[in-house]
């Protein structure tokens, strides 16, 4: 693929020793979109959730989805028009021609990124020093330092490292919603109360504030764009990937979020730094240990994945020579950017230890939403200009991206004019 920009036509870097190997299924695919959505998501933040919205917090993750959903329809047909890693920083240029706004949005990927990954390596260590006598500065490190290795080993040796610990953590949270129900069944009659009326104003408000956290919880879908390369049949895989990893975060999420205020007292539950350990241990009496293994294994994958996606974003743009060329050389062997892995691993460690996880979530959504709405706008402006499609690629009506637009600004706004 070529992009044009002043006209100039932008080509591939042609010396790289390797190409990226495209070996990547749709269930590995699906496994990769759900191990960064779950081991960021309800694994870190029911807690915080529930610390803003009370018993609504599950409809802030409902909130989050539907915002979400749009965008996911804009991303589907855009990685079918330009399907190259770095995919949002070239859907920006197709649809601009600006390349200041090309870097500026492969900036905020790259640190949307690496602010994620700090952020899932904050709560993946949390539940770590429940098991391990250790300073939290020192399991912050050797979480990046191991999930840095993993992400340069290989990008099938990575993705299939993290389709084990994803199958392991969705079974960790199915298990939490079985015991729930099966402890108190009561719950099911109790679930309309997490949906707030449309007359309480509070509420609703409430869960505006705090859905701003919850869309943390879906940040994924968008970094499966970046690895496009290297997945089979991409123009049907990546949608399908995309809205089925969509579909069963939402479910698992609202389920355990819903189970988790109705079963704890609210303070308790937005006061630990193991929320999910504790919920499996206060409905089973069980010691929390195996549901706090799995707990690390899913914040450890999350960690691997926002790596992996931040490397590909600057493989991407230095490929496409936004960037120094060096970053899209690729190691022999592993052909992976083993310089842009260790780069994007470093940075990583340096968020991680130096910012709270409450301040990183809440930058990586609103970074994130920045991105997405340069992501809607450029989908409306190649729609409006009638670039033609090509054959056999998902395509949506011009009202999706037009909704993304407005759903992920008033998101993105919303907050901030609000009452408190």
């Not at 042609?14 to 979109?33: N, V």
């Not at 870190?44 to 965008?71: E, H, K, R």
């Not at 399908?240 to 579909?247: D, E, V, Y």
Request: proline residues 6%.
């Amino acid at each position: 693929m070529k992009i044009e920009a002043n006209n100039q036509t932008l080509l591939p870097v042609t010396d790289t020793p390797a190409t990226l190997r495209r070996a990547i299924t749709l269930p590995l695919l699906i496994f990769y979109g759900l191990g960064v959505t779950i081991g960021a998501g309800i694994y870190v933040l029911v807690g915080a959730t529930a610390a803003q919205a009370g018993i609504y917090a599950p409809s802030s993750f409902v909130v989050a989805a539907v915002v979400t959903l749009f965008s996911a329809g804009s991303f589907s047909e855009l990685s079918g028009r330009f399907p190259q890693s770095a995919g949002e920083a070239a859907y920006v240029e197709a649809a601009f021609k600006a390349p200041f706004l090309t870097v500026v949005t492969g900036g905020l990927l790259l640190l949307a990124a690496v602010v994620s990954a700090s952020a899932i390596a904050v709560g993946s260590a949390g539940y770590v020093a429940t098991l391990v006598p250790l300073p939290l500065w020192s399991i912050i490190v050797l979480i990046v330092l191991f999930t840095g290795f993993i992400a340069a080993w290989g990008i099938v040796e990575s993705v299939r490292f993290a389709a084990v610990l994803t199958l392991i953590e969705v079974l960790g949270l199915v298990a939490v919603v079985i015991a729930g129900l099966w402890q108190q069944p009561e719950i099911v009659a109790k679930l309309p109360t997490v949906l707030p009326h449309f007359t309480d104003t509070s509420a609703l408000v409430a869960i505006s504030m705090t859905s701003l956290i919850a869309f943390f919880a879906f940040i994924g879908f968008d970094g499966m764009v970046n690895i496009i390369e290297e997945t089979e049949n991409p123009s049907r895989n990546m949608p399908l990937g995309i809205f089925i990893t969509l579909a069963v975060a939402t479910v698992l999420y609202f389920f355990v979020a819903a189970i988790a205020v109705l079963v704890l007292p609210l303070d308790e539950l937005s006061g630990s730094t193991a929320p999910i350990s504790l919920l499996f241990e206060r409905l089973t009496g069980i010691s929390p240990l195996a549901i706090t293994l799995i707990a690390i294994g899913a914040t450890l994958n999350g960690v691997v994945i926002q790596i992996i996606l931040s490397s590909r974003v600057l493989y991407g743009l230095a490929n496409v020579g936004r960037l120094p060329k060096s970053l899209a050389k690729l190691n022999a062997r592993t052909r992976t950017p083993v310089l842009a892995t260790v780069l994007m691993a470093a940075c990583t460690l340096i968020f991680a230890l130096f910012f709270p996880i409450s301040i990183l979530a809440e930058r990586t959504s609103q970074l994130v939403l920045v991105v997405f709405v340069l992501i809607n706008l450029s989908l409306l402006r190649i729609k409006w200009r009638k670039d033609p499609a090509p054959v056999n690629i998902f395509v949506v009506p011009i009202i999706v991206p037009f909704i993304g637009l407005l759903t992920c600004l008033a998101m993105l706004i919303g907050p901030l004019i609000m009452p408190a």
